[in-house]
């Protein structure tokens, strides 16, 4: 079974001269990567008694993907995973999220096309959960966030409190907007997939109630999903140094950059979620190790 830890605790930090608190979401579980599991906290005890298939697509070094398979394993379903392409230095060494959702039993088809939620039913047990989980149900465990936020906000009696989380599908940020609202808090966040028009696009996918949009930032300049940038991995390591947390190498070195060039943010009290994804880590840090090594060598 898995152990979901809930409220995570929330710590004060210090970077660059700078004071925040982080939400850290990724110690809800060993198992579970951090909003992943806020996502899927619905399916987590939920009564699936007439499921018998997981179905999802994506990339094969997804977080949502491992975190799916672990969904899987532990509700007993089959899980099959759509991808459009396995490369071949991954498929003959599996590691990171990749490898994780193997070990948990996930069936990969490598196919052109993208499965259509359309095709498969529920009435015939089974369950379809679209690329990073973005879907509605994904705002109960959002919700759960937001009050936990809310409450120790209230505890500690802090005013002016913001949020900044870093965006894929956006759907974190959405239901926390969504759901913290009422309360006067602000979201903000940054695109790391594709640009602000598109973060905007995915938002109208989940509501069409502008009052739930976070604020989107926009990055120091355009980023290529999962690619590699070397003032990523030296905010990433500078992170590391400084806080002693390990971050995710995919979102968070976005979201710290974009951050220093909104330091106006800090003025306030400001949270930043801690979204999990460090298996997902594996697979980046060895990528970036073959490309930048000479930091490597310096700083570990
Ligand atoms: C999936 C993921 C995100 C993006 O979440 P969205 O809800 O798709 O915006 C951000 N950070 C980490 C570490 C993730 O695993």
Request: hydrophobic fraction near 35%.
């Amino acid at each position: 079974m898995v152990e979901i830890n809930l409220p995570t605790p929330i710590e004060k930090l210090h970077f660059e001269g700078m004071e925040f608190f982080l939400k850290r979401d990724d110690l809800i579980s060993l198992e579970f990567s951090g909003n992943k599991a806020r996502k899927l906290f619905s399916f987590f005890n939920s009564d699936m008694k007439n499921i018998h298939t997981l179905i999802s697509y994506g990339s094969t070094q997804s977080n949502a993907m491992y975190s799916l398979s672990v969904l899987a394993k532990i509700r007993g379903l089959r899980f099959f995973y759509y991808t459009t392409h396995l490369n071949a230095f991954l498929k003959n060494n599996p590691h990171g999220n990749y490898l994780e959702a193997l070990k948990n039993g996930m069936e990969l088809i490598v196919s052109e096309d993208k499965p259509l939620k359309s095709n498969f039913l529920e009435d015939d047990g089974i369950l379809f959960i679209e690329e990073g989980g973005r879907d509605s149900y994904a705002n109960n465990g959002l919700k759960i966030l937001a009050d936990e936020i809310v409450e120790w906000r209230d505890k500690n009696q802090l005013s002016n409190l913001s949020i900044f989380l870093p965006s894929g599908t956006g759907t974190t940020a959405l239901f926390l907007q969504k759901n913290i609202k009422q309360h006067d808090i602000k979201v903000y966040t940054t695109p790391c997939v594709g640009d602000e028009f598109y973060l905007l696009e995915q938002f109208g996918m989940l509501s069409s109630d502008k009052k739930d949009y976070p604020t989107i930032l926009k990055s120091p300049k355009k980023y290529h999903f999962g690619k590699l940038y070397r003032e990523s991995y030296e905010i990433w390591l500078k992170l590391h140094d400084e806080t002693h947390i390990e971050f995710d190498m995919v979102y968070d070195p976005i979201g710290f950059l974009t951050l220093m060039q909104h330091k106006e943010l800090f003025s306030e009290n400001l949270l930043y979620i801690h979204q999990g994804g460090l298996i997902g880590n594996v697979s980046m840090l060895e990528r970036y190790k073959r490309k930048f090594d000479e930091n490597i060598k310096h700083k570990r």
